[in-house]
T-cell receptor, first 111, second 111 residues
Framework: DGGITQSPKYLFRKEGQNVTLSCEQNLNHDAMYWYRQDPGQGLRLIYYSQIVNDFQKGDIAEGYSVSREKKESFPLTVTSAQKNPTAFYLC??????????FGQGTRLTVV | AQSVTQPDIHITVSEGASLELRCNYSYGATPYLFWYVQSPGQGLQLLLKYFSGDTLVQGIKGFEAEFKRSQSSFNLRKPSVHWSDAAEYFCAVGRDDKIIFGKGTRLHILP
C-alpha cells in the first residue's frame, strides 16, 4: 500500500536534546512538508521540499532542521534551540501544490 | 499574510441538521482549494478538492463545497450531519509551491 509513514508515534525529549522525527513516503511524490500543530493554531508550516537536496523554510523554521537526501525521506530534527517543542508534528507529501497526503503524526513531549 | 481564514473556531449543530463551514482565502491567481478532516490524534484526511471547472464539488462522506471567486470563498456544506462527523475541519490552499492551512473549525454534534 502506498502512503506516508511517520515514526515514532510518541517521542519524549529531555531539555537540551536534539531529536529526529522520521517521515518516509512511497507515493513517488516530489514535494514533502513538515507541519506543527498546536491547539487552536491549525497547521503551521515548518519546512518544505520540492526536490531532492533542496528545501525551503516555512513560517516557523527556527529551531528545526531538515534534510532531503532521498526522494522518499524527509526527516525533521528538533534542535535544542527550539524552546517550546511540545506539539503534534505532521508530515505530508504531494504532487506540486496538489492535494497533500498525511502521515499519522508524531506527538513530541518535553520531559 | 494570512492566506486562509476560517472565521469559526467552534460550531455546534444538532444531529440531522445542515452544516456550513466557512473558508476565505487570499491569493491572486486561481488557487487549488481543499477541505480536510481530522479526528483526535490522527492525520488529516482529504474530503474534497477544487482545481478548476465546475465550482460545486462533491466529496466523500456526503460533503460538498462551492468555490465563489467573487467572494474568495470555498465553504463546506453537508445537508444532514451525523454524530460521526464530529471532528476538526481544515481548509487549505495550494499556492506557489506549498500548501497553506487555516486554523481549523471544530465541529460538535448535539444528539
Amino acid at each position: 500500500d502506498g502512503g506516508i509513514t511517520q515514526s515514532p508515534k510518541y517521542l519524549f525529549r529531555k531539555e537540551g536534546q536534539n531529536v529526529t522525527l522520521s517521515c518516509e513516503q512511497n507515493l513517488n511524490h516530489d514535494a514533502m512538508y513538515w507541519y506543527r500543530q498546536d491547539p487552536g493554531q491549525g497547521l503551521r508550516l515548518i519546512y518544505y521540499s520540492q526536490i531532492v537536496n533542496d528545501f525551503q523554510k516555512g513560517d516557523i523554521a527556527e529551531g528545526y532542521s531538515v534534510s532531503r537526501e532521498k526522494k522518499e525521506s524527509f526527516p525533521l530534527t528538533v534542535t535544542s534551540a527550539q524552546k517550546n517543542p511540545t506539539a503534534f508534528y505532521l508530515c505530508a507529501s504531494s504532487i506540486g501544490r496538489g492535494e497533500a497526503f498525511f502521515g499519522q503524526g508524531t506527538r513530541l513531549t518535553v520531559v | 499574510a494570512q492566506s486562509v481564514t476560517q472565521p469559526d473556531i467552534h460550531i455546534t449543530v444538532s444531529e440531522g441538521a445542515s452544516l456550513e463551514l466557512r473558508c476565505n482565502y487570499s491569493y491572486g491567481a486561481t488557487p487549488y482549494l481543499f477541505w480536510y478532516v481530522q479526528s483526535p490524534g490522527q492525520g488529516l484526511q482529504l474530503l474534497l478538492k477544487y482545481f478548476s471547472g465546475d465550482t460545486l464539488v462533491q466529496g466523500i462522506k456526503g460533503f460538498e463545497a462551492e468555490f465563489k471567486r467573487s467572494q474568495s470563498s470555498f465553504n463546506l456544506r453537508k445537508p444532514s450531519v451525523h454524530w460521526s462527523d464530529a471532528a476538526e475541519y481544515f481548509c487549505a490552499v495550494g499556492r506557489d509551491d506549498k500548501i497553506i492551512f487555516g486554523k481549523g473549525t471544530r465541529l460538535h454534534i448535539l444528539p
